[in-house]
């Protein structure tokens, strides 16, 4: 069964973030870049899968700049067998769409029996490349997913998602898409044999032409980076631990007004 | 006229809406009212009830599309999306709107790859600008907002909960009802089951106007009944921090924060939370910010409106005895 993995390199949330000289990106000077970390557990869930199957394949699929590279290497060295590199200026400005034709075409290609998502990644937590993906397939999608079990024909996915007050569990045939919520298993960390091993793996870079793209504007696109509005500054309320809860609810009703 | 404003209904699955659609149908009708727009309803559903119909009606909903079919339940994004995009083809709405939920994010991200349309997910304020529509969003774990635009119509975006102005609802509205035809597209999906979560008793954690949160700083699970005592009484839902989550003290969907839930109530309280960025980044929008720790040097007092530097098993207990006494008067 081969298993794709679609992943996003994005700034680790520790970084601090700039606004770059055009005013509509980040300044990439000085950050550390790691794999979004929803984008890990379905990494980890996919090589799950491959383990409990005794056979299959899993390759990593990245679309951005040649720093991308680093974080498929990642995912090689966690265990995934081979990547896919997409890089090219046509898709520098790439809204969700363009991310999810791109995408979409390199999985027409592999014709995997699941493409495993993130539920979203960390940087412009979009959340919907996943299920533009599915749609441009014509395939089924589950998002959020907090547990699964492929049956043992590999014809369908039994997957729990999310939703408000509860999980729903489906069956869905393959093939599929679905994209992994916190919770689903415990991404594991390299081993040194596998950052070795990944050194050798191979990742193939393809260009928009190679599968059929050309550049198209955006239908979405970021007029501008802004700094947050100030908060007003706080007030540290003094005083004994009963005066202070006292005076704390008083604020919260006369001042606040939020009770 | 011009193209109305579509707000896709997020209902109770009883045949309600959600109290969250006053806020998209308040944004949607004050962003038409400046186009010489309408804000419509569209309602996908196996059920809905003619309180239901009215009650979008007063919160601003002019007309509503209702599309009712028993294979509407449960939601399924291959199901809906067709049906949904070939009304929009048919009626060409200005801007299609939602709130965020776990099904409306994903549905109106296919919707939007089926139209061909951009969509601004979590969406935190809207304005016009020179006719055209600009929504802002956070990015970055909430260190910086994002503005985005479009290059074509439907203007696509979700709007994120108690964030955006309810409409005052218009007593005895009455909208007009439209009931299209469907054709019901094949199903993919097929539900075995559902595993509700025993229910705590108090309000969802998205949806909640007051939020009482516990990190690291309450030591154990079994003193999280410190901060339900207290949710109680306000009526509020009890959140943790991812801290407290990995410590296996709270289930995950529980857990605020950059990988967890994102929140924007009335009023937050955060107690022995330290304010790490991922943690913010799921609170950041709250209107008043309250924080109770030691550590008069954690990162969370920097945005705290209120806070009090002390033990948070002393002062919680009294802060739910000050609460009751306040609310019971």
């Not at chain 1, 599968?211 to 700094?227: C, D, F, R």
Request: aromatic fraction near 6%; glycine fraction near 10%; charge should be neutral.
């Amino acid at each position: 069964m081969k298993i794709l993995v679609m992943i996003k390199q994005v700034p680790d949330t520790a970084t601090q973030v700039k606004i770059g000289g055009d005013g509509r990106g980040i300044d990439t000077a000085g950050i550390t870049w790691i794999v979004s970390p929803y984008d890990e557990f379905a990494v980890e869930e996919a090589l799950r899968i491959k383990e409990k199957r005794g056979q299959g394949e899993v390759v990593a699929v990245s679309l951005g700049p040649e720093r991308a590279k680093e974080a498929l290497r990642s995912c090689l060295a966690m265990g995934a067998d081979r990547a896919v590199h997409l890089k090219d200026p046509a898709w520098d400005a790439a809204d969700t769409l363009t991310t999810a034709r791109a995408l979409a075409a390199v999985i027409k290609q592999e014709a995997p029996a699941l493409a495993l998502f993130g539920r979203q990644a960390i940087d412009d937590d979009m959340g919907a490349v996943a299920a533009q993906v599915a749609e441009l397939l014509g395939w089924p999608v589950a998002s959020w997913i907090m547990e699964d079990a492929v049956d043992a024909d590999g014809k369908t996915i039994r997957v729990g998602r999310q939703v408000e007050g509860g999980l729903e569990i489906f069956d869905m045939p393959l093939p599929a898409v679905v994209s992994a919520q916190k919770g689903l298993n415990e991404p594991r960390y390299p081993t040194l044999k596998g950052i070795m091993g990944a050194k050798k793996k191979e990742i193939k870079e393809v260009k928009a032409a190679d599968i059929g793209l050309a550049a198209e504007p955006p239908v979405l696109s970021v007029v501008k980076l802004e700094s947050l509005p100030p908060r007003p500054p706080g007030r540290i309320i003094q005083g004994e631990p009963a005066a202070a809860a006292k005076e704390l609810v008083r604020a919260l009703r006369e001042d606040a007004k939020a009770i | 006229m011009a193209g109305a404003y579509w707000c896709m209904v997020e209902d109770d699955r009883q045949g309600a809406p959600k109290k969250v659609m006053a806020e998209v149908l308040g944004e949607a009708s004050r962003l038409a009212g400046q186009a010489g727009a309408e804000a419509e309803a569209v309602w996908v559903t196996d059920k809905a009830t003619p309180e239901g119909i009215k009650q979008l009606g007063e919160w601003g909903a002019k007309r509503v599309w209702l599309l009712e079919n028993a294979a509407f339940a449960p939601y399924r994004a291959e199901v809906w999306t067709p049906v949904v995009a070939d009304l929009a083809g048919k009626e060409s709405p200005q801007a299609i709107f939602a709130p965020v939920t776990t099904r409306q994010r994903e549905f109106m991200a296919r919707l939007a790859a089926r139209l061909g349309a951009g969509l601004s997910a979590d969406s935190t304020s809207m304005t016009m600008e020179g006719g055209k529509l600009v929504a802002t969003r956070p990015v970055y774990a909430g260190k910086l907002l994002s503005k985005m635009a479009w290059a074509k119509t439907p203007w696509m975006a979700t709007l994120r909960p108690n964030v955006f102005r309810p409409a005052d609802p218009q007593a005895g509205a009455s909208p007009d009802v439209q009931k299209p035809a469907v054709t019901v597209p094949a199903e993919a999906m097929k539900l075995v089951e559902r595993r509700q979560e025993a229910s705590t008793g108090l309000p969802e954690l998205t949806e909640a106007e007051i939020v009482v949160s516990g990190g690291r700083g309450l030591k154990g699970p079994e003193n999280f009944a410190i901060l339900e005592e207290l949710a109680k009484v306000l009526g509020a839902a009890v959140g943790a921090s991812r801290a407290a989550v990995d410590a296996g003290w709270r289930p995950h969907r529980f857990q605020i924060g950059q990988t967890g839930r994102t929140i924007s109530p009335k009023l937050y309280l955060g107690f022995g939370i330290s304010g790490a960025i991922q943690h913010l980044a799921g609170m950041r929008t709250s209107k008043v910010i309250c924080a109770i720790n030691k550590d008069p040097e954690a990162p969370i007092f920097k945005i705290a409106d209120y806070g009090i530097v002390g033990d948070l098993f002393e002062v919680a207990p009294l802060l739910t005895q000050e609460f009751k006494r306040l609310l019971e008067k």
